[in-house]
């Protein structure tokens, strides 16, 4: 069994981690760390844990962490790239689930999170952890970058249209919608149930920290600078995550198959038949993107509907799919749940 | 008191017409109709108008609709235009909920409802109810064609830019979600509780039956055909419609000055400040819709934020609006209900 | 117009107030406080009162709160008893929404609420604002302690079997569940959209502040001590309170007509059909109490169903009925309001 | 690899069954029946279980039936009864999840259900299959009547306290709340999300078909007749069920010794920590049952809060728990789901 370590376990991708990998086979979860809720319990915190966890909750240290084969950051942006360094040095592969080690370029990376990169040295060997996208990358990575829900759900909506380089790419456009935990388990007013719930809004309309990161993987696939309009909002949900996304065709294709082609062999992506709208329920709690293409009424636009969990392969699903890369193990070990539906 | 009828009185639009005339200070609803539960009480089937309404459901006869000064028709499509004329003919101003008297053209109609149209004559006549747009010919109109709840969303958020001709009005898109109650009272399987909520998806992607009427009040505005892509989508929630608006920006603009200087003597159109993002439930049971405008990062794209109450401003507030145009009312008479949040 | 005070305005039963009173027609909203907000206008922290209100959050002071003619305490408890000695000093008259004065034990209140009571000579004086039971001292009253949202819901249920003493007051049991708003607004984890939707619990079933609240009030009607159990729940819904209340009769009688007599003159009580079974839903937002009474199948067990509105009748509602009273107004005005449903 | 049924797979029992035995290691669905939708395949049904099953629904004959080792009826009452017989006559072991085989009284079954019992001969036969009480006659059992939802969750709550004979059997109170899944998947008014959300009401209050299974239940184990009110109720969430239960103690015992002892081998019972409110979504989706017993303040009544998925361990995972019995495998097999929190 390898030795999983996971930094910031008491947030709502640190509990994920642990239900996922609760029965996974080759893998077992040693320590886990919360620097305000050291000494808790897991099954204390999170009660749906009882009798799946045993672990109790320690203070972060790098060095103990280091006895791990892979360790996991289910932190806010700026904790991971502290620690890093330290434990790749010591052999240790990383996932990091949170935003430090995505974007290429520093300067860019402190515009977005107001903050200097601290080891922007490390920023050229994290591979961006899509493994539709950069799976051999990820069989040899010792930092992968793992991506945020938005450009998940996103770039795997448009990646067939770039590849095959028959939309116009200055133009699209990105409508998309997140389940209420994707704002995180701190408390604050605005995702109180009260606040959130029977009620639908935009935010971040003038500029979201997932916009620079979908640019990016976009213009790498499209192979030149790609322009994108994305407005993220939030729906009255628990968990899921639907992308409504508009390309210009600028020649004839057929839709549907070239998605059915591009991912045939993917085991997490499912591309529904013609004329379907896939529903964010069917992939809750999954590590599933199910898409569907359609052509608008009268237009020579293509509409992709991506939808998968904020938390699975928006998050965590995705980070236990790269960690089973990274050790060699079958990409879909410990991922075969099935929907709760209803 | 004006004496009211409402054909068809089981729906929610019904209820909803109910509820914002129970205090109207110049009108009585005295008929409600329904086919089905003619003879029971209003208040039996609806218990939140206990001690408000004690109507009693009948049977649709147009001869005793006639009484009425001005008769509702809160019925799915292809019921209106079979009473409507005789209705008229007795003097009777009409507004109908439904769609059929929204498009100008019954070809189109007969196309997008799978129906001959039965009184294509009376097409020209009817007048489209947006007051922000109508205003003066609905106050001479003895019947009203009470718009869409899409298409109310969509139309107040596009008109600043179309008739200031400032955007590319072949490529707009209209991304817009509908609460469940846009569904209705009807029992079908894909609209109970457990299967509508905790999920999000789109639906008529392929082309939605208030598309052509989105794209002929958007022509009208700007003088020339428009192209949309419109797609509609069910959020986990009651009420509430909120339209995410592209638009590209073909010259330089003060959008925000645009929009409040189009808005600022309209009782029911609410321009927020810059920078927000309109949240569903500020609009909740009222005749409100609230726009908020924003330029997206980096691009030369318009944004517009815009939400109502599917069920109020955009289907039986909206009704009631227009009927106080139409009998020389005060305009907001009956309709300064105030959001119930939390 | 009487001027009206509001301490403590950023909370639920703050806005609640606010909404009630913005069309009441004989009193208008002078003065609103908040510690916190003190300079941030309401319709910027409420934009569901835009064009509503325009007043602006000020400090508390009770100088100038005392220029009003009454001022509802809308406070965590503790902040009434400061200030209320000086206001009533001063001639204004107070409705503490708070729980400070509705325990006529100052023991029994700092045992409850662990903190001295500060003016335990005002409890005598202080007239608890259930107007079902105490309505000609209400009129009267310079200091009405507004009951809990609990407490209304369980006594308003129970009310005609202690009256006329038909039921065993040792082993009443009264279980009672509450939307998530009764939790207040203030930022904390476990009133998140993502912790308490899709769950149910029981919080509390070791004793909750609001067991005595009720027991005083039942022994009152009862004319001797009652025995009671109380266990409160969680509900996944933003308003609603409902009261399920359990009690052995101990001689026949019949439930229905007790309950429609009892409540006959009743402006805010309806007595639903014999066999109803009300729903949260058609009291939401309005000042009602809706009740409905069965026999248990097969046994000497009185049933009786209890729903309100836990921010209206429960709380800000239940205060302007006590404020008209205070004030010599029509008892019901400006609560006229017809519930959103759907 | 055992050969499994199942005759009316398209309600929320079915598809739950599906979801469970998707990855049991020991058994296979062979055959899943629908009247209504025979021909089309499961995935397109239930887009979530694309990819997991490649069944289509056939019609229901017994014969092809028969060629199964067990065959689950997730059927409305009235269906097992007609083919049951057939099936036992062939070697095929059954579990039925609805109510035809739970009570040992045709008369009293005929009274509850308004249907002749079409096989009174088969009710001694038929195991009531809960496992925490019925282990090892279930092992034996050829047909098992499968628990309600309510009266798993309040048996399992009362069990300790009855065996241990220290309560008053006379006055229980059962007060119940379930998610809308327990009204089933079919199209009705009262189940539409704009009718169930944002609501709370009680049903059945007069009397509800599970109160005679639970008192033949509670008294079985009591070894005398019980009294129970019992009052169920629909709580505005898709899964789980919440019961609250009271009885009154007649001599002093240490309740928390008492749970912890009697489920201490219990694999899907588990006795939270004194002080503890089990929270229904931490069962979600799993087949636990999890309890907390609490004193009530200064009474002599014991509380107890049990809570279970009602689609899991009330229906579907201990359909299979009881599969796992009758067919010798391990019981828990195919039941280590974690809860999907948040």
Same mark, same amino acid.
Request: charged residues 20%.
């Given at each position: 069994?390898?030795?999983?370590?996971?930094?910031?376990?008491?947030?709502?991708?640190?509990?994920?981690?642990?239900?996922?990998?609760?029965?996974?086979? %080759?893998?077992?979860?040693?320590?886990?760390?919360?620097?305000?809720?050291?000494?808790?319990?897991?099954?204390?915190?999170?009660?749906?844990?009882?009798?799946?966890?045993?672990?109790?909750?320690?203070?972060?240290?790098?060095?103990?962490?280091?006895?791990?084969?892979?360790?996991?950051?289910?932190?806010?942006?700026?904790?991971?790239? $502290?620690?890093?360094?330290?434990?790749?040095?010591?052999?240790?592969?990383?996932?990091?689930?949170?935003?430090?080690?995505?974007?290429?370029?520093?300067?860019?990376?402190? %515009?977005?999170?107001?903050?200097?990169?601290?080891?922007?040295? =490390?920023?050229?060997?994290?591979?961006?952890?899509?493994?539709?996208?950069?799976?051999?990358?990820?069989?040899?990575?010792?930092?992968?970058?793992?991506?945020?829900?938005?450009?998940?759900?996103?770039?795997?909506?448009?990646?067939?249209?770039?590849?095959?380089?028959?939309?116009?790419?200055?133009?699209?456009?990105?409508?998309?919608?997140?389940?209420?935990?994707?704002?995180?388990? %701190?408390?604050?007013?605005?995702?109180?149930?009260?606040?959130?719930?029977?009620?639908?809004?935009?935010?971040?309309?003038?500029?979201? =920290?997932?916009?620079? $990161?979908?640019?990016?993987?976009?213009?790498?696939?499209?192979?030149?600078?790609?322009?994108?309009?994305?407005?993220?909002?939030?729906?009255?949900?628990?968990?899921?995550?639907?992308?409504?996304?508009?390309?210009?065709?600028?020649?004839?294709?057929?839709?549907?198959?070239?998605? $059915?082609?591009?991912?045939?062999?993917?085991?997490?992506?499912?591309?529904?038949?013609?004329?379907?709208?896939? $529903?964010?329920?069917?992939?809750?709690?999954?590590?599933?993107?199910?898409?569907?293409?359609?052509?608008?009424?009268?237009?020579?636009?293509?509409?992709?509907?991506?939808?998968?969990?904020?938390?699975?392969?928006?998050?965590?699903?995705?980070?236990?799919?790269?960690?089973?890369?990274?050790?060699?193990?079958?990409?879909?070990?410990?991922?075969?749940?099935?929907?709760?539906?209803?």
């Amino acid at each position: 069994m390898y030795k999983i370590g996971i930094v910031g376990g008491t947030g709502y991708t640190g509990v994920e981690l642990l239900r996922l990998l609760a029965h996974h086979p %080759q893998v077992e979860v040693a320590q886990i760390t919360s620097r305000g809720n050291a000494g808790t319990s897991v099954a204390a915190m999170f009660p749906s844990l009882r009798g799946v966890s045993d672990l109790v909750f320690t203070e972060p240290e790098a060095e103990r962490l280091a006895e791990c084969d892979l360790v996991f950051f289910a932190t806010p942006h700026g904790t991971a790239m $502290e620690m890093v360094p330290q434990l790749l040095g010591a052999g240790t592969r990383v996932v990091d689930l949170g935003p430090d080690f995505r974007l290429r370029d520093p300067a860019q990376w402190q %515009q977005w999170y107001k903050l200097e990169h601290s080891c922007p040295e =490390r920023l050229e060997e994290a591979v961006y952890g899509l493994p539709e996208l950069n799976r051999a990358a990820i069989r040899e990575a010792r930092l992968v970058a793992n991506p945020g829900c938005y450009p998940t759900c996103v770039i795997l909506g448009f990646l067939p249209l770039l590849e095959r380089g028959v939309v116009d790419v200055e133009h699209l456009v990105a409508n998309a919608i997140s389940g209420i935990s994707g704002a995180g388990r %701190q408390a604050q007013t605005r995702t109180l149930a009260c606040e959130a719930t029977e009620s639908f809004s935009a935010y971040g309309a003038a500029g979201h =920290r997932h916009l620079p $990161e979908i640019r990016q993987g976009l213009s790498a696939i499209a192979g030149r600078a790609v322009e994108l309009v994305f407005v993220p909002h939030l729906a009255p949900m628990i968990r899921g995550m639907h992308g409504t996304l508009y390309a210009r065709l600028t020649e004839e294709v057929d839709l549907q198959a070239l998605y $059915e082609e591009r991912y045939a062999n993917e085991p997490f992506v499912d591309v529904m038949p013609a004329g379907s709208h896939p $529903e964010t329920r069917t992939v809750r709690g999954t590590n599933l993107c199910r898409l569907a293409v359609h052509r608008a009424h009268g237009q020579d636009t293509a509409l992709v509907l991506s939808v998968i969990d904020n938390l699975t392969k928006g998050a965590s699903g995705q980070a236990v799919q790269n960690m089973n890369l990274m050790l060699g193990l079958e990409e879909t070990a410990g991922l075969d749940q099935v929907a709760v539906v209803p």
